[in-house]
């Protein structure tokens, strides 16, 4: 087999680990590698062989990245923990090196939180420490971002924090105190936070202001360590060595190594710049190139492409999880396509002139290509991105990254005065470049879940043109752009409406949904900087195509109410209805009636007239189509729950409850759960909240009691569709979206 064929056989063979629901036990990688290994003996199944034996690779590598978070929750452990990052305060990453006597390899990473370290930390420390460690858990829900698939990828698969610590070796590596002398040097520059994410990779330090500029425009994909800067510094360490090249006998010189010292550049740049994943994956793929070139034969562009990715798999094959390699892969998968099938034609005009056109028709190419991966992931599209990148790719490549590389080789011997100059004119081009991308209006563009077949349509479209389909098979080709031009949703019927219980942690927001409107009741919590409806339920809403109609509150704690002026920002037109007496919200007492959409809005509490706050003032309403029914009750306790049941208890009586207080033992009293007589019951908490809800005297009750029980901290986004023909539940961690990597990892009763 050629070496392309075995690399497009070992991505094929590590695809499959984005959908496995569960991974297969060792027993049953033991039987795929004895398999494999037989049938490597028949020249025609060669290839399944080795796909066979790929997959095992990969299986194993997946195993063993969530083996901390099944193996290390529940129990102190004791561990040699070595710091990779730090932001000198009460967050850490480190990876621990030893647990007990037990060396690790490869060492897991883990985060800590909370906790002041006893001396000031750095990159490179050493320490011994007593670990509570947690294993990853993140909210989930559909088109959300996946803090799990993410934690995973990273390899950090467990978080927690140390009982104690003792310090083993406190020296800092070389790259943490250099990146402190250079931020040191740095503090007076106004652009420092984006200096250092050039040059270094730090974005932690970039203000929320900057990342959402860069997003509007397009151009994020310039502020961070990528592929365009390491191999920069490739380009520049050829050109060095070239020019050295001058100065020795003919007989001396030759192509060979100009190419290595650019490869040795670009991994002690990669390296300089702490090896973060797409510098990493960026040095693996240039030593593939030049491995190839080395090789004396020539080598097709999609040939190294699949080389270079499958050689990124191969060494981490639990990188096809990450987003980012993804992007970085289809990008540049899409720049081969646009050149090879929509080449430049020969440019009229001089060298400037044919410069700009080259560069718009690269932009163009990029911003139609990457239509697919960019609303896969971002949900949007940045229409101002080719303007902004005109300006901001040849001005950051060629002028601002090179001021900071250059910067950041006399920072180690260079004259002084020469370093501050770099350092300032890279400041004056990164203002310049933020003043011209402020005067841009705001580009953003939001799409939703409809249209993922239409972003292809570039693709398919370019392809159709080239092969000249429209004059050998015109209907063929009307036919395909048809199917990706229509919208994918299926039409609800008229009977058909769904309550969607969001995972937004510890608090509370349900999206009521019929016939593409919404209406929800709570708006999850908020906290210092954002809140639920500013992370989660605005994306969520436009991701499905929904625009709210009103708001249910059910009382005034942040919990339920934080994202009420997020939401009112984006819909202004949306009413509020709640029990508050606010200024512009409509009431919610017992006794008020109201449809919407055709469903009966029944209000059951609390009464007109009392002044009841906090959660016993909760609005509880009943929401039903005539036949199936859900009671939801917000945080609503047990003295509330026996007032209400007092009168009219029996129109009480519902399909599901919304589990009141998050499950707490305050609330769910027995009179209320047998009086609802529901089929099932619904919680919605975060898995580590201090308060351990659900309680499991609560779950317990419930069950007792004939209640079929879901909670967000096991299934995520609980999804229940209603119709004349009945009614069901699914969750998205259990039925709708069941991955190997949406696990509930760790101890299966720890909630607190």
């Not at 070595?82 to 006597?101: F, N, P, S, Y």
């Not at 960019?374 to 040849?394: C, D, E, K, W």
């Not at 011209?436 to 249209?451: A, E, N, S, T, V």
């Not at 409509?586 to 449809?595: A, E, H, K, V």
């Amino acid at each position: 087999m050629s070496l392309p064929a075995v690399a497009f056989c070992l991505i094929t063979a590590v695809l499959p680990l984005l959908w496995l629901p569960a991974l297969p036990e060792i027993s049953g990688v033991v039987a795929i590698i004895v398999a494999g290994c037989l049938m490597g003996g028949w020249p025609r199944v060669r290839w399944l062989a080795l796909w066979l034996l790929f997959f095992a690779w990969g299986v194993l590598a997946a195993q063993e990245a969530v083996w901390p978070a099944k193996s290390l929750p529940g129990a102190t452990q004791r561990a040699v923990v070595k710091i990779v990052a730090t932001d000198g305060m009460t967050a850490h990453r480190g990876i621990i090196e030893q647990l007990d006597v037990r060396r690790l390899f490869p060492a897991p990473g883990i985060r800590l939180y909370g906790q002041y370290l006893p001396q000031p930390g750095c990159a490179g420390q050493r320490w011994e420490m007593t670990l509570k460690v947690r294993a990853v858990h993140g909210q989930l829900n559909d088109g959300g971002f996946d803090t799990q698939r993410y934690a995973i990828a990273q390899h950090q698969p467990v978080s927690g924090r140390f009982i104690h610590a003792t310090p083993i070796d406190l020296r800092c590596d070389l790259r943490a105190r250099y990146l402190a002398s250079l931020s040191e040097t740095l503090a007076l520059y106004t652009w420092r936070p984006v200096m250092l994410g050039l040059g270094m990779g730090e974005r932690a330090a970039l203000s929320a202001d900057v990342k959402a500029l860069m997003r509007q425009t397009g151009t994020a994909h310039l502020m961070a360590i990528s592929g365009l800067h390491i191999a920069l510094a490739a380009s520049l360490g050829w050109l060095l060595m070239r020019g050295l090249q001058f100065f020795l006998p003919g007989n001396r010189i030759g192509w060979r190594l100009p190419l290595l010292f650019g490869l040795a550049c670009a991994v002690y740049y990669a390296w300089l710049t702490g090896m973060q994943p797409p510098a990493l994956r960026t040095a693996v793929s240039l030593v593939v190139w030049g491995a190839l070139r080395l090789s004396g034969r020539q080598w097709s562009p999609w040939q190294v492409w699949l080389c270079c990715v499958a050689a990124i798999l191969f060494i981490d094959p639990v990188a096809i999880l990450s987003q980012s390699l993804w992007l970085s892969a289809f990008a540049v998968a899409a720049l081969i396509f646009w050149y090879q099938w929509l080449p430049l034609p020969p440019l009229p005009g001089g060298r400037i002139v044919r410069s700009v056109l080259s560069l718009l028709h690269l932009q163009l190419g990029m911003m139609i290509l990457l239509l697919p991966i960019q609303v896969a992931i971002f949900h949007g599209i940045s229409l101002t991105s080719i303007v902004a990148n005109l300006i901001a790719v040849p001005l950051v490549t060629f002028v601002t990254v090179p001021l900071i590389l250059t910067g950041m080789l006399l920072h180690l011997s260079g004259p002084a005065i020469v370093e501050s100059g770099s350092w300032l004119l890279a400041d004056r081009t990164l203002a310049l470049l933020f003043w011209f991308l402020r005067q841009l209006p705001d580009g953003w563009y939001d799409i939703d879940q409809r249209w993922q077949g239409l972003v292809w349509l570039p693709w398919v479209a370019i392809a159709l043109w080239r092969l000249r389909i429209y004059t050998k098979a015109p209907f063929l080709g009307l036919t395909i752009v048809v199917l990706l031009a229509l919208p994918r949703n299926r039409a609800a019927r008229s009977d058909e409406w769904a309550v969607h219980m969001l995972d937004v942690g510890q608090g509370l927001a349900m999206v009521i949904v019929r016939n593409q409107r919404a209406m929800l009741y709570d708006t999850g919590l908020a906290w210092p900087g954002g809140d639920s409806a500013q992370q989660l339920i605005v994306p969520w809403l436009r991701w499905h195509h929904l625009k709210p109609d009103g708001v249910i509150l059910s009382h005034e704690h942040l919990d339920h109410r934080g994202g009420l002026e997020t939401l009112q920002k984006a819909w202004p037109e949306m009413t509020v209805r709640s029990p508050l007496g606010w200024g512009g919200h409509l009431p919610c007492f017992r006794g008020q009636r109201w449809q919407w959409q055709g469903l009966n809005f029944t209000a059951h509490w609390p009464l007109a007239g009392e002044v009841a706050k906090g959660n016993n003032g909760s609005c509880v309403v009943k929401v039903d189509d005539g036949q199936q029914s859900i009671l939801l009750t917000g945080d609503i306790e047990a003295p509330a729950e026996q007032r209400m049941l007092s009168r009219y208890w029996q129109h009480l009586q519902a399909t599901l409850i919304q589990v009141p207080h998050h499950g707490s033992s305050t609330s769910s009293s027995l009179p209320l759960i047998q009086r609802v007589n529901g089929e099932a019951a619904l919680a919605s908490a975060s898995r580590y909240n201090v308060w351990r809800l659900p309680s499991a005297k609560v779950i317990r009750r419930y069950r007792q009691q004939g209640y079929r029980w879901y909670d967000t901290p096991h299934a995520g986004q609980t999804s229940i569709y209603f119709s004349t023909k009945g009614w069901k539940i699914l969750s998205l961690r259990e039925q709708l979206f069941p991955r190997w990597y949406h696990q509930r990892f760790g101890v299966p009763a720890d909630n607190g």
